[in-house]
T-cell receptor, first 114, second 115 residues
């Protein structure tokens, strides 16, 4: 099962900042938080990931609380093309001789309105 | 760099028929994943390869699904025979699998409809 909880849907006005929350209260100390998004009829697209510190790249910012039990993805100036399903994922530590795995929930459907 | 390629993009078959999907990962990516995504849900991992070896196939319905990655590059996923509940989008992803960089890059997916 996914280790994250997200609201099923959100709206945001074009040009405003979109703030997408995620709860991951059972996260372990060395597990990363990943964010992907999926635009309709496309494959998921990587956005950003982080462990403890806040992170920023050309697409978004990731704010992780000090206790690491929740995080927020920020799209600073949302455009219509940012309408998508946004997935917050805790990367599960590998078992012996395995690789990291992403366990996906249902995500948040973000609708950007003109 | 070129992205993950998948074909076909769409496939419609009748139940009990067979179907195969093809994936070409990003050049140099050692790890390849197949996911199943049912409408309204997040992707579910079916199988994970590291080069040409299987790392995890615990969620692959092995009575009807099979996958291979013979030369550690391209991969095929087969369903034989298909059931109605197999209708979904099948996503392929790849990653470098280097320490600290296991970001997964996804292809566009194959939408399967089983009638």
């Amino acid at each position: 099962d996914a280790k994250t909880t997200q609201p099923p849907s959100m709206d945001c006005a074009e040009g405003r900042a979109a703030n997408l929350p995620c709860n991951h209260s059972t996260i372990s100390g060395n597990e990363y938080v990943y964010w992907y998004r999926q635009i309709h009829s496309q494959g998921p697209q990587y956005i950003i990931h982080g462990l403890k510190n806040n992170e920023t790249n050309e697409m978004a910012s990731l704010i992780i609380t000090e206790d690491r039990k929740s995080s927020t993805l920020i799209l600073p100036h949302a455009t219509l093309r940012d309408t998508a399903v946004y997935y917050c994922i805790v990367r599960v530590d590998p078992q012996k001789d395995s690789n990291y795995q992403l366990i996906w929930g249902a995500g948040t459907k973000l609708i950007i309105k003109p | 760099e070129a992205g993950v390629a998948q074909s076909p993009r769409y496939k419609i078959i009748e139940k009990r028929q067979s179907v195969a999907f093809w994936c070409n990962p990003i050049s140099g990516h050692a790890t390849l994943y197949w996911y199943q995504q049912i409408l309204g849900q997040g992707p579910k991992l079916l199988i994970q390869f590291q080069n040409n070896g299987v790392v995890d196939d615990s969620q692959l319905p092995k009575d009807r699904f099979s996958a291979e990655r013979l030369k550690g590059v391209d991969s095929t996923l087969k369903i034989q025979p298909a059931k109605l509940e197999d209708s979904a989008v099948y996503l392929c992803a790849s990653s470098r699998a280097l320490a600290g960089d296991d970001t997964q890059y996804f292809g566009p997916g194959t939408r399967l409809t089983v009638l």
